[in-house]
């Protein structure tokens, strides 16, 4: 391997690794914020270290080997620090190799040509050209094609596109890729269409008419099947809504660029329902949350030190974040060109303050204080991942790391919550058997619902404040959750007319 022809696509510009592979393994202990590979003896102890004491409280692991090896070595592996004799370790190369792998998407190869920096194509380009990446070739392929409305030879075409697979590209790169949770939902919906006009013998959607938009609108009304691969799913009255918007945004945005030659989707979706509607009722009572907070405590003290300290600290962390941040699922997801989510620490009269910030919808950054009670979680969880215990200004580590490398997706974010729901469950089942039920239908969205409930209503909190932690984009959203218990109403209104 020769880490020059590695580039950090990360940095503005680009830039290369170093020569040496020391020098490679340094830059990147540095970008990556943890420590890559290290070889100690004493004499670069006593070189770092004032002392044999502090060097035995900064690494214990390594001082331990000291004593009956001449060289120790510290290096990366899986999401976590491993200290091993010499003999027991693997060779920079392979460290380094492993790493980049486990980064992938950051570090790249400078003949590889997906990468913009090393061919010089731009991001939006790549954006559009990976905006199908996860739909089915087959649906690819039933999309290539241009119908009788398609603008195809135009000057009028600005999109300078011949048929709908790449229409299609320019649409979710243009109106969704500034979110992969829209992305996602983007391609979701276009395929239940797709399927629908294949059901229907219809297509392509450049030359779909009014009346088909139309019959499309009235089956989804009436939850019709839709045919997804070899099943059949009943849509729920949101996906339909939802399903209609994003159809109509599609047909919108061609008929703007001139695509088509007019849009049949005008008027497709009508009047939609005011945010001042929304009254979340998924939610998770105090004691429930108790529950999973003790049951997360129980498996912390546990946790067998050789085997599962690490996995079972991230779990907590996991946990404590969503519980008292109140951020989205995939706001704890790691973004490597946005370098968040991360966490600060700020000293205020003494007393460190620590803040989690997040890349909200639409791209928007949020700063959230963390109550004091999750810093020692934090902080032993970043120590056993082999990271300082305060994160430092300049670090790039994933929040949440992988425990084969890399960062946590949000699948795997979702299925750690879960299995605390359940776990919690299994534990009261036999003294509460409907709150048993309800956790394990609960999903880590009913842990922010529980945090705005607790801003709002029971310590209420400014709705203005209480907007800016919750990133909402409408005061109104954050006022629906003081409908949600007429409890506090009714206590208002019972000591407004108690003298009457």
């Given at each position: 391997m020769i880490p020059p022809d590695w580039i950090d696509g990360s940095t503005t510009p680009p830039r290369r690794l170093p020569d040496t592979l020391d020098a490679a393994l340094a830059y990147l202990a540095d970008a990556l914020g943890h420590v890559i590979y290290t070889r100690w003896t004493l004499a670069a102890i006593k070189q770092r270290y004032p002392s044999l004491a502090d060097a035995k409280a900064a690494h214990p692991a390594v001082m331990r080997l000291l004593l009956d090896h001449a060289v120790a070595i510290e290096y990366w592996d899986r999401g976590r620090v491993r200290t091993?004799?010499?003999?027991?370790?693997?060779?920079?190369e392979a460290v380094l190799a492993r790493v980049l792998h486990a980064h992938r998407r950051r570090f790249r190869t400078a003949v590889d040509t997906g990468l913009p920096t090393a061919t010089g194509e731009s991001k939006q380009e790549t954006t559009a050209a990976t905006a199908l990446a996860s739909v089915p070739q087959p649906l690819i392929a039933w999309l290539a094609r241009a119908g009788r409305f398609a603008n195809v030879t135009s000057a009028t075409n600005t999109l300078g596109v011949g048929d709908d697979a790449q229409a299609v590209a320019l649409f979710l790169?243009?109106?969704?890729?500034?979110?992969?949770?829209t992305l996602r939902a983007y391609r979701a919906e276009l395929r239940r269409l797709v399927a629908w006009c294949e059901a229907q013998q219809l297509g392509p959607l450049s030359d779909l008419t009014r009346h088909d938009l139309l019959a499309y609108r009235q089956a989804s009304r009436k939850h019709a099947p839709v045919t997804i691969g070899d099943h059949d799913r009943k849509v729920s009255e949101a996906t339909q809504a939802r399903a209609l918007a994003v159809v109509a945004s599609l047909f919108r945005y061609w008929t703007e660029t001139g695509y088509l030659t007019a849009n049949p989707a005008a008027g497709l979706v009508r009047g939609a329902r005011t945010r001042a509607s929304f009254a979340p009722q998924r939610m998770l009572p105090t004691a429930l949350l108790a529950a999973c907070d003790a049951w997360v405590a129980a498996a912390?003290?546990?946790?067998?030190?050789?085997?599962?300290?690490?996995?079972?600290?991230?779990r907590r962390a996991i946990w404590t974040l969503y519980r008292y941040a109140g951020v989205r699922l995939v706001e704890l997801v790691w973004s490597d060109d946005a370098q968040l989510?991360?966490?600060?620490?700020?000293?205020?009269?003494?007393?460190e303050c620590w803040t989690l910030h997040v890349l909200g919808k639409g791209r928007k950054t949020r700063a959230i204080p963390l109550p004091a009670l999750c810093v020692p979680i934090l902080t032993t969880y970043r120590q056993l991942r082999g990271l300082p215990p305060q994160p430092g200004?300049?670090?790039?580590?994933?929040?949440?790391?992988?425990?084969?490398?890399?960062?946590?997706?949000?699948?795997?974010?979702?299925?750690?919550?879960?299995?605390?729901?359940?776990?919690?469950?299994?534990?009261?089942?036999k003294t509460d058997h409907a709150g048993a039920a309800r956790l394990r239908s609960a999903s880590p969205h009913w842990l922010r619902h529980g945090y705005a409930r607790q801003l709002v209503v029971d310590h209420q909190v400014p709705l203005p404040a209480a907007q800016a932690l919750l990133?909402?984009?409408?005061?109104?959203?954050?006022?629906?959750?003081?409908?949600t218990d007429l409890s506090q109403l009714r206590t208002f209104v019972d000591q407004t007319f108690s003298d009457s």
């Open positions: 091993v004799a010499i003999d027991d370790a693997p060779t920079p790169r243009d109106r969704a890729s500034r979110s992969p949770h912390t003290d546990a946790a067998d030190a050789l085997a599962d300290t690490l996995a079972i600290a991230r989510p991360k966490l600060e620490v700020d000293r205020i009269d003494d007393i200004p300049f670090e790039r580590a994933a929040l949440i790391h992988g425990l084969k490398g890399g960062s946590l997706h949000g699948s795997g974010l979702y299925d750690e919550v879960k299995a605390i729901f359940i776990a919690a469950a299994d534990c009261i089942e990133g909402h984009a409408s005061v109104q959203t954050t006022a629906g959750y003081a409908k």
